[in-house]
């Protein structure tokens, strides 16, 4: 199952097992248990820390469990973890076997104070870029805590599973039973849903830092070039976000990042993270800003509020929201999210697997979007609402090649329709007739380009009327002090390296602002 590569890498982890660990399978007669035994002797194999059991009863199957032999922490795939989920597997074998989390102290703390049972299962698919970390963090949570346990599940392989419990979409997560979150998730953000005096007072000691000489509001591209800009600058730096990558955790394949010819974005995220955390750079994950209240005069401090009710306070702001996919905005779109209304292919497409989907618009992601998944859907018909599609030549040149897409101009979507509980039809408009039609199918994946995040920032800086934050030539808004980079700004050209290399101008112009003011001034 592992080729020679594979396993020499992994022996070299296994070393690092603190604790004698056992793999119980629960396997059936089909071809995927088979590959499954495969993998789990090919594991057992490679240490004396690791033995075979046998079959925890109850289990799916074919699944099998990572179980620590003198404890009851443990954790549970029932799919078979290569390609995104390998690094899932090598974790939770290392976390299983007594090998710290990449956990704060204070976090970990909070972890193992919860009480059980906490029965958490993920749906996911192995090529879903998002799913890992969901994984991951539940994975190392159940190793901090034997009262929490935790299933991953891959969709693809339990496609009866998936069908009854109307999952369209993934990473989908379960707690004892019953619907608990969807999406990319890390710990502190699956914390705050089940412990929220623990997030409260986190919130309360976030309130409590000194102020910032910058705060970087975004982990993006951009934020954390401006970090590593001003960190350089020996100022004292911060940097808070959702999640560390931004976008960036979402986009597949990376081709045009010079001097990187090809990468995928959670590795390129990894690496942003990686850089930052070189530098003495304060940074805090899990946080949605919702209010920016400028400072009342130059010099003075700015304040961000966010959602956790926690607020911090700097002489400077970086403003790298970053963007977000644009809705439809048609009726029966919100109804249906996520129970047939998709934005990710490469996430959710196994899941349409011989079913009929539609992908709405004709650039580059759309037509990327309808090549992947025609190797899956049994039929895709993209909608492009202008009468031409704005792809790369050679992208267009693919499409038109596969035999189960058909292409539709001057379509303007008009509404998703359904059943109550997952999508039936799309019904749109040709515009040059104004004819109405109707498609039968079962998905529909939107990718008409990005709408910025910048609705929290209506009160504070000019925005644009597409909603993007005006910046000038130094990246310097309407506000002095406060500035913007990236995907949320009125900057032209929504590509990753152009919002590192405006984030950097922006760490530049918010170290040259605070220089000439005349108590930094007088300070330095």
Sequence with gaps: MLDTTLKDQLRGYLAHLRHDIVLEPSLDDSAKAQEMRALIDDIAGL??????????EGARRPSFRIRRQAGTEAVTFAAIPMGHEFTSLVLALLQIGGHPPKIDAETAAQIGKLTGPLRFETYMSLSCQNCPDVVQALNAMAALNPGIEHTAIDGALFQEEVAERNIMTVPQIYLNGAPFASGRMDVDAILSRIDTEGASRKAERLSEKAPFEVLIVGAGPAGAAAAVYDARKGIRTGIVGERFGGQVLDTMAIENYISVPET?????????EAHVRGYDVDITTG????????AAEPGGLHEIRFE????????????????RWRAMNVPGEDAYRNKGVAYCPHCDGPLFKG?????????????EAAIDLAGLASEVTLLEFADVLRADSVLQ???FSLPNVRVIMNAQTT?????????????YRDRPTGASHRIALEGIFVQIGLVPNTEWLQDSVVLSERGEIVVDTHNATSV???????????????????????GAKAGLSAFDYLIRLPSVAAAA
């Excluded at 240490?47 to 925890?56: F, V």
Aim: charged fraction near 20%.
């Design 415 to 427: 509404e998703v329709e359904g059943d109550g509980t997952r999508v039936t039809a799309l019904a």
């Design 287 to 294: 946080q949605r800003a919702t209010a920016l209240i400028p």
């Design 264 to 272: 995928e974005g959670p590795k390129l995220a990894a690496a942003l």
């Design 308 to 323: 956790s009710g926690a607020s911090l306070r700097s002489r400077s702001v970086i403003l790298a929201p970053g963007a």
């Design 47 to 56: 240490s004396d820390r690791i033995a075979i059991g046998t079959a925890a």
């Design 480 to 502: 002095p002090g406060i500035f913007a980079a990236g995907d949320a700004t009125t900057t032209p050209f929504k590509q990753i390296i152009v919002a590192t290399g405006e």
């Design 397 to 399: 040149d693919k499409l």
């Design 355 to 367: 079913k009929r989907v539609a992908v709405i618009g004709g650039g580059n992601s759309g037509v």
